[in-house]
């Protein structure tokens, strides 16, 4: 059982509806929250962990996320779960709104959001696991010291081709969806997994 899940947000919990800026457009992806339900019942702290470069690309502003991650709480909340903390990434390197346009130490894969969410929620890094469609959300993680699995759903299947020849591919396991981290959690068996 692990002790945190740090989770991609776009792509791994809910759709990526591509620079979302709306709670209204939240789509969960199938399973996921009834997942969240059983591992935070069972005392898996819950984290996610997301890139939003939309801020500084000035798509949206930094009160559409707030809006956004409030309404998956309550969502999380209403199917009896919990979400533990929210971290966001608002910056990018090459963005028009100057505030947020330099190159930070929290995009994924830099390490920032991983290192914070370490010291606020004491984690001890071998204890959590990873989950994301990009080979990005997975990266720091590993460098972290951290289990680390890609999804299948939102990039997924693209990212997957890119997985073959990257230095952490061993360190890397593939599973269709987030809901596949129940059978890893039951101990049932082998961690790699096939779309069907
Ligand atoms: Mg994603
Ligand atoms: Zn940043």
Known sequence: ?????????????IKDEHFLDDPARIRWISGVL????????????????TNQSGV????FKLDSIEAIHLQMQ????ASGGAIADFYYCPHHPQGRIQTYSYPCNCRKPAPGMFQQAIEDHRLQPEKCWAVGDRLRDLEPAIELGMKAFLVQT????KEQQN???????????????LTKLLRIKNGEGKFSDNPN
Do not use: N, W
């Not at 591992?39 to 819950?46: L, N």
């Not at 309550?74 to 909340?77: G, K, L, P, S, Y």
């Not at 939102?154 to 299947?157: E, L, P, W």
């Open 34 to 49: 009834s997942l969240l339900k059983q591992f935070s019942q069972a005392g898996t702290k819950i984290l996610v962990v």
């Open 74 to 77: 309550q969502d999380v909340e």
């Open 163 to 177: 997985l073959y020849e990257h230095i952490y591919k061993s360190q890397i396991t593939v599973i269709s969806s």
């Open 1 to 13: 059982m692990p002790q945190a899940i740090l989770c991609d947000r776009d792509g791994t919990l």
């Open 154 to 157: 939102g990039y997924g299947i």
């Open 56 to 59: 500084a690309r000035g798509y």
